[in-house]
């Protein structure tokens, strides 16, 4: 399967800035996700991100606040933009690694806001 | 909307007992089904997934889990409760296509 390359592992920000966070495949992938995991809670679908066409965006988050970029099939960035506390998270990208649903997860990105 | 309802938000368990751990799905046609496990501090760990073959699933570290159509469920069992057991576990739907739709957890504690 897949392997995913996540970075960074965890960053401290400051509220108004943005984080860049960047997901590299080993292999070439059609399909990639994007979900947030708030503290203690479940995992979120974002969006998804296919090479070659505009990120599709899940209700309640929209691409001013977490634009996407997908310029290869082994490639992805999330920005997480003017950030505030409340984004404080683990982002995770995800990617279909075989036509059987077999899915990679990235080992996630621990982004705090202060 | 496809979605699942975690029944159970934590299960508390003696090492050696058995493991149940509660999944009803929604769906409007037949989806395929998945737990993950989540350590403190690590990555997602796929345990089993139900891609409509045997309804029956074995999967990784002694898990298995039975989809029962009529019952909507989804249930993981296992047998004897080790202390590594302990951890998050999420019961995931698809949702249209390749999307996931993830349950809110179960937490698993192992008593000694």
């Known amino acids: 399967s897949a392997v995913i390359s996540q970075k960074p592992s965890r960053d401290i920000c400051q509220r108004g800035t943005s984080l860049t966070i960047q997901c590299q495949v080993d292999?070439?992938?059609?399909?990639m996700f994007w979900y947030r995991q708030q503290p203690g809670q479940s995992l979120t679908l974002i969006a998804t991100a296919n090479q070659g066409s505009e990120a599709t965006y899940e209700s309640g988050f929209v691409i001013d606040k977490f634009p996407i970029s997908r310029p290869n099939l082994t490639f992805s960035t999330l920005t997480v933009s003017n950030m505030s506390p409340e984004d404080s998270s683990i982002y995770l990208c995800s990617v279909v690694s075989d036509q059987n649903y077999g899915y990679t997860f990235g080992s996630g990105t621990r982004l705090t806001v202060v | 909307a496809q979605s699942v309802t975690q029944l159970d938000s934590h299960v508390s368990v003696s090492e050696g007992t058995p493991v149940l751990l509660r999944c009803n799905y929604s769906?409007?046609?037949?989806?395929?089904l998945f737990w993950y496990v989540q350590h403190p501090n690590k990555g997602l760990q796929l345990l089993l997934k139900?891609?409509?073959?045997?309804?029956l699933v074995k999967g990784i570290n002694g898990f298995e889990a039975e989809f029962k159509k009529s019952e909507t469920s989804f249930h993981l069992t296992k047998p004897s409760a080790h202390m590594s057991d302990a951890a998050e576990y999420f019961c995931?739907?698809?949702?249209?296509?390749?999307?996931?739709?993830f349950g809110a957890g179960t937490t698993v504690t192992v008593r000694a």
């Open positions: 292999s070439q992938v059609t399909m």
């Open positions: 995931v739907v698809t949702k249209g296509g390749y999307k996931l739709s």
């Open positions: 139900y891609t409509s073959a045997a309804t």
């Open positions: 769906s409007s046609y037949s989806p395929s």
